[in-house]
């Protein structure tokens, strides 16, 4: 038996080029983005926006500042290297439609880039639609508690149809 199947959701990334170094290396600016964006988007905001200086690494990161809000549809991000006038921009997005143009010409706005590149991936292409319980036999047990202890190999495929990848939770691999 298949599980039926939806698409998750929709990653957009945008890669700025020629973008304007001072809003790129504006940390207070940045955050203020990060704050308004999820609103602005339709979306939202679950924790504050974390925004951070982050020094050169290597030839290909000369540093720059890196941003990151976790929102209730999964979360936006950014990394600038201003002194490459660079920004690489994501919106990753549970929900089945994302205006892309409309987010690309805020960022373009914002960070005033030359030129850009955008790519928009459907994200989950085989997610479940219902709930997959992974123990074999689910109907007489109570499966709002963790389990005290992971099924043994003959237990999980006992099933007709066994995914070749499992996700376990922390507690289930602390169990192992």
């Known amino acids: 038996m298949t599980a039926a199947t939806e698409t998750f959701g929709l990653h957009l990334m945008i890669d700025g080029y020629g973008a304007d170094a001072e809003r790129l290396a504006n940390k207070a600016g940045l955050t203020i983005l990060l ?3 999820p609103e602005l988007l339709g979306m939202h905001a679950i924790a504050a926006p974390q925004v951070l200086e982050v020094g050169p690494k290597n030839r290909k990161d000369p540093g720059g500042v890196s941003g990151f809000v976790l929102i209730a549809e999964s979360h936006l991000s950014f990394h600038t290297f201003p002194s490459r006038r660079f920004v690489t921009l994501d919106v990753y997005t549970c929900q089945d439609s994302l205006d892309a143009d409309r987010i ?3 960022m373009q706005d914002y960070f005033c880039f030359e030129s850009h590149d955008v790519f928009l991936q ?4 085989r ?3 219902n709930d997959l319980i992974w123990r074999a036999d689910c109907s007489s047990k109570d499966v709002s508690e963790p389990p ?3 099924p043994t190999h003959e237990e999980s495929c006992s099933q007709a149809s066994v995914s070749s990848t499992r996700n376990l ?3 289930d691999r ?3």
């Not at 459907?122 to 292409?125: A, D, F, K, M, T």
């Open 169 to 171: 939770t922390i507690g």
């Open 174 to 176: 602390e169990k192992r």
């Open 122 to 125: 459907r994200r989950g292409l």
């Open 35 to 37: 704050r308004e964006l």
């Open 104 to 106: 690309v010409a805020l």
């Open 148 to 150: 005290t202890a992971a």
């Open 127 to 129: 997610y479940p639609t």
